[in-house]
C-alpha cells in the first residue's frame, strides 16, 4: 500500500502540497486531477523522492520513505515527453533497466519482444525513436517504465503531448495494460475523460488540497462540491423551482418518462437515498452535464436555442427553458439553423447529480 499522510511541500511562500493524506491499495490505478498549479506534478515528485516533505509522511509498504532516494524506492517514473535515449534503439531504450538488473541477452531479449507486444509495437525493437510518432514514443517509454517491473508506475501527464484522438485510444489502451499487468500506478492529469478512463480512485485536487477522494465512479455520481464538479465536466447548476422542474422531485424515485427512459436509466443518478426530495435537503444543487439533456421531440422540457455550437459528433447548444433559464444541451443535427428555434429537451439522469446547497 502507498500511504501519505499529512504530506506538505513548500517553496518560499507557497504550499505547493498542503497537508495532503491519500491512501492506495496494491493492483489500483490513482488519478489525481487538477488545474494548472494546482500541486499535482509536486505531490507527484515527493513520493517519487524528488521533492523534499516540509510536513508529513510517504509510506511504501509500510516503510517511511524518509531518506530513501529515489533510485530506491523501486518506482518507476514516465513524464509527458517520454525522454527516450534517442542514440539508442528502441530495444535498448526498452532493455536499459534489464541491463542495469544484469539479464542475460537473451532473458532481456525475451522481455523486450513481450514488453513490445504488451504496448502495441511488435516488431519495432531495431527503430530508432526520432523515428517514431508521437503516440509510439510514448508507448515505448511506457514499456521501459514497466521494464524494470516497479512497485509503483508514477506517470505525470503522460498523454497530453499528444492529439486528442490519439490521447483517447491511449488512455484506453494504457488502461488496459495497467490492469493486465496488475501495475500499481498514480497518474497526474488535468483532463477528467482521462482520469475516468484509466484510474479506479480519484483524488481531485484544488490549491495545493485533495478536496475529494474516492471511486471515479463516486466522484463522477456525487462531486463534493461546485468546484470540483465543474471541474470534472458539469456546467449546468440550478437550485429551487428551476432544479423541481428539469428533475422534479416526485418522478426522482423510479418515476422517469418514456422520452426520459429511452435515454437514460431507470434511476437516476445522485447520492443513494437522497434523491426523493424528502431526506437530504443538504444536496439541494443540481448539478447538470450538457449531455444530461438532449434534444427529443418527445421530451419533457421545452424551450428556446440561444446558442448552437457544431462539434465534431454532436452540436453543443444554450438553450433558454422555460421556467428554468439558460442551461447546456446537446443536439445531433447539424444540418438545420436551431438558433431561435423552440426543441424539447429530455434528461438523462446519469448525467446529473446534486450538491451541497
Ligand atoms: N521548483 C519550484 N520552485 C518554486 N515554485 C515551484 C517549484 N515547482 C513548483 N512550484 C510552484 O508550486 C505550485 C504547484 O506546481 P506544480 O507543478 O506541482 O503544479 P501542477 O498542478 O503540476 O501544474 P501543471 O499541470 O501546470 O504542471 C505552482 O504554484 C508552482 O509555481
Request: charged share 25%; hydrophobic share 40%.
Amino acid at each position: 500500500m502507498l500511504q501519505l499522510d499529512e504530506v506538505t511541500v513548500r517553496f518560499g511562500a507557497t504550499t505547493a502540497v498542503d497537508d495532503v493524506t491519500l491512501s492506495l491499495d496494491e493492483g489500483q490505478v490513482l488519478a489525481v486531477l487538477g488545474p494548472s498549479g494546482c500541486g499535482k506534478s509536486t505531490l507527484l515528485r515527493a513520493v517519487a523522492g524528488l521533492e523534499r516533505l516540509d510536513a508529513g509522511s510517504v509510506r511504501w509498504r509500510e516503510r517511511d520513505l524518509r531518506g530513501v532516494p529515489t533510485h530506491e524506492r523501486g518506482f518507476a517514473l514516465m513524464f509527458q515527453d517520454g525522454q527516450l535515449f534517442a542514440h539508442a534503439s528502441v530495444a535498448d531504450n526498452i532493455g536499459y533497466a534489464l541491463r542495469l538488473r544484469r539479464l542475460g541477452v537473451a532473458e532481456r531479449r525475451r522481455r523486450v519482444d513481450e514488453l513490445l507486444e504488451l504496448v502495441g509495437l511488435p516488431g519495432y525493437g531495431a527503430r530508432r525513436p526520432a523515428t517514431l510518432s508521437g503516440g509510439e514514443q510514448q508507448r515505448v517509454a511506457l514499456a521501459r517504465s514497466l521494464a524494470a517491473d516497479p512497485g509503483l508506475l508514477l506517470l505525470d501527464e503522460p498523454l497530453s503531448a499528444l492529439d486528442r484522438s490519439l490521447r483517447e485510444r491511449l488512455a484506453g489502451d494504457l488502461r488496459e495494460i495497467l490492469v493486465t499487468t496488475g501495475t500499481t500506478a498514480v497518474l497526474v492529469t488535468h483532463d477528467h475523460d482521462e482520469a475516468f478512463t484509466i484510474a479506479d480512485r480519484m483524488a481531485v485536487m484544488l490549491a495545493g488540497q485533495v478536496v475529494q477522494e474516492g471511486t471515479t465512479a463516486e466522484v463522477w455520481r456525487a462531486p463534493a462540491t461546485r468546484e470540483v464538479a465543474e471541474f470534472i465536466g458539469f456546467e449546468t447548476f440550478l437550485t429551487g423551482a428551476a432544479a423541481d422542474t428539469v428533475s422534479p422531485p416526485a418522478r426522482r424515485v423510479g418515476a422517469v418518462s418514456p422520452a426520459d427512459r429511452r435515454v437514460g436509466t431507470d434511476a437516476p443518478a445522485g447520492p443513494p437515498g437522497r434523491i426523493d426530495g424528502s431526506a437530504g435537503t443538504d444536496r439541494r444543487v443540481l448539478a447538470l452535464r450538457r449531455a444530461a439533456l438532449r434534444v427529443d421531440p418527445s421530451g419533457r422540457l421545452e424551450g428556446v436555442v440561444r446558442r448552437a455550437v457544431a462539434v465534431s459528433d454532436a452540436v453543443h447548444l444554450t438553450v433558454d427553458v422555460d421556467g428554468v433559464g439558460e442551461v447546456a444541451a446537446l443536439g445531433d443535427d447539424p444540418g438545420h439553423h436551431l438558433e431561435g428555434r423552440r426543441v424539447r429537451l429530455a434528461l438523462d439522469p446519469r448525467g446529473t447529480a446534486y450538491l451541497p446547497g
